[in-house]
């Protein structure tokens, strides 16, 4: 029997269903592709398709290859842009990557980086608006706004004087928390404990500092504080002190040892920093001590110094202190100060806390991801003459050669030849390669590979401050540096450095390829690349590098500077250097992101 042609009527549900279904999808796929050619749409999906791209860890041999090619000089165009979500990216402080981590102990706001298969590779973009940033020593009191607008401070602590919005920039009326008033009335009245002025103290270190208008008042006084913050609710506190012009570091006091050797600051600062001091056994008390100088002062104010309903934090704070032997010097209404014994504590007396000294097996100094110590550090596992008192005052401290320089072999005397070394190469830099050293577009500078600091100590009449970065795998002289005067952490350069984006105008570094290499081996742990894109991601637009090392090592980094948009030149070394040193001084390019992104 044959078919029947049935009308179209008749014909099968199930027919029409599938036509139904084929015409649709055609139809969707024509208007899918005028969205995407005609309407913005487009541009924003082909944005979060590059961001996916980027930050996409499925082929690390892409990655690898790319990294090759770089090195090589064979990739003829820069490397691509970050998106333009990413200009405050942070590697190792992301909170979308840290927040799934645990609350104990504040883990999951310190430092956890990813493997360097998983970050992109690519190049931070400054914000739409971007200006070269406002020069010291204006920019104490005021920055664009359009350099990281983030109002979120402004509106929530602007009645307390941190920081408000005023035409084009952001003002700092030098408040906070504990002196809405500003920081000068509280310096002085802590002037009348503690010897601020006159050199006996120098370094200090202000923890949860806001946007360290605290240590920014100091600077006057002759005291270089280092302050930190985590990453955390107030958006980008760090990001403004850096802007400002004051040494600040990102940072938390969670579950590991602060990146700092043991007795390296004169003076430490909590003003409402919300630290638990006596919480799990007075641990963070315990890594306090740590860094504070035998002879030194702590001031608290807030939380829980006289606080309502907070009596037993308040008891216990003050029987850790005792047990610690501190001196009692003031309680002056929310604040207290203790000043630290000069030798060792007076333990291992009975106290509540069943603190007890560390044995000799532990380096104090060790603190590059090292898990915090329920452990007293004794002065005597230190070597030298170190009190705040018996150390020189302030200058004469910079060019004195400390005990502490025996951490490595001849120590003494390397002091002294390193000191004279970098006076020479700070004068040649200055006067031959005109480096822009002194003037007001430098402000915040990094040495990357500080040994002892001598780069930072010929430096010291400038109107500049140094991060002194000691590499975790190098030996251990970041104690050197702070009995200079100087500041400076730990780190390891195969890894980010915790800072934001733009946050530096000169980054100095002397033997590049010694930051990757495993220490005695020709054996390289990570590579340039990833180290140099790192730099640009820290160095502001139209700041300033400056890597020497041998002609073959600047040869390649003179090949990657090309590929993350800086101007490079290569120039020989000051005549009485010895050595086949080449240097390479680069300025990057103030670029901005295409519509594109």
């Known amino acids: 029997m044959g078919h029947l042609n049935l009308p179209a009527s008749k014909r099968n549900p199930r027919q029409w269903k599938l036509l139904d279904i084929i015409t649709a999808i055609f139809f969707g796929l024509v208007l899918l592709f005028f969205l995407l050619v005609f309407t913005p749409l487009g541009d924003s999906m082909a944005a979060s398709g ?40 942070m590697p190792c402080e992301d909170p979308r990557r840290n927040s799934q981590l645990s609350r104990e102990m504040n883990l999951y706001r310190e430092r956890h980086c990813p493997l360097p298969d998983e970050m992109p590779l690519c190049l931070i973009p400054p914000p739409p608006g971007y200006k070269i940033p406002v020069q010291w020593p204006e920019s104490l009191h005021k920055i664009w706004h359009s350099n990281m607008p983030h109002n979120k401070i402004a509106d929530r602590k602007g009645h307390q004087g941190w920081m408000k919005e005023q035409g084009p920039h952001f003002i700092f009326p030098g408040g906070g928390t504990m002196f809405p008033d500003g920081a000068a009335p509280y310096i002085e009245k802590l002037g009348q404990y503690i010897p601020l002025t006159g050199g006996t103290l120098r370094t200090a270190l202000d923890m949860g500092c806001g946007v360290a208008s605290f240590g920014g008042s100091l600077l006057s006084e002759g005291i270089l504080a280092l302050s930190f913050a985590p990453r955390d609710s107030h958006k980008a506190q760090i990001q403004f002190a850096l802007e400002r012009g004051i040494p600040a570091f990102v940072l938390m006091l969670g579950t590991r040892r602060l990146p700092f050797p043991a007795f390296a600051f004169d003076f430490i600062h909590c003003s409402r920093c919300l630290i638990p001091f006596t919480a799990y056994n007075a641990t963070y008390f315990i890594e306090v001590d740590r860094l504070l100088r035998p002879g030194g002062y702590l001031v608290i104010s807030g939380p829980p110094v006289q606080w309502p309903k907070q009596d037993k934090e308040w008891a216990d704070l003050q029987a850790v202190a005792r047990a610690l032997c501190y001196e009692l010097i003031a309680v002056d209404g929310n604040t207290v100060i203790w000043k630290k014994p000069n030798g060792d504590s007076c333990l291992p007396n009975q106290n509540e806390f069943g603190l007890e000294s560390c044995d000799e097996s532990n380096d104090p100094s060790n603190a590059w991801y090292f898990k915090l110590r329920r452990c007293v550090t004794s002065t005597s596992s230190v070597n030298g003459e170190y009190p705040v008192g018996i150390i020189p005052k302030w200058p004469d401290r910079l060019t004195r050669a400390p005990s502490r320089a025996l951490v490595v072999k001849n120590g003494i005397d390397l002091f002294r030849a390193d000191t004279r070394r970098w006076t020479r ?69 195969c890894e980010p450095f915790s800072t934001y984006p733009r946050t530096y105008d000169f980054i100095h570094v002397a033997g590049i390829e010694s930051l990757i290499k495993l220490p005695g081996s020709s054996k390289s742990r990570c590579n340039l690349v990833d180290l140099m894109v790192e730099m640009d991601r820290m160095l502001r637009p139209e700041g300033t590098v400056v890597i020497r090392d041998s002609p073959e090592v600047i040869d390649k980094v003179a090949r990657i500077a090309h590929a993350v948009r800086w101007t490079a030149t290569i120039n020989d070394k000051e005549p009485e250097s010895h050595g086949r040193e080449k240097i390479l001084v680069a300025t990057k390019t103030f670029w901005k992101l295409t519509s594109s992104h």
């Open 50 to 89: 590059r961001q996916a791209l980027l930050l996409s860890t499925s082929d690390p041999r892409q990655r690898h290859r790319l990294v090759s090619l770089v090195e090589l000089g064979h990739h003829h165009k820069p490397i691509e842009a970050c998106p333009a979500n990413s200009v405050d990216h």
């Open 425 to 493: 190469r700070v004068a040649y830099y200055k006067n031959t390669l005109n480096l822009k050293l002194g003037s007001p577009a430098v402000r915040n500078v990094m040495d990357m590979n500080a040994f002892f600091g001598g780069f930072a100590a010929a430096l010291v009449s400038d109107p500049v401050w140094v991060m002194n970065v000691v590499p975790a795998r190098k030996p251990l002289t970041l104690g050197v540096i702070y009995d200079r005067g100087l500041i400076g952490v730990y780190h390891d350069w």
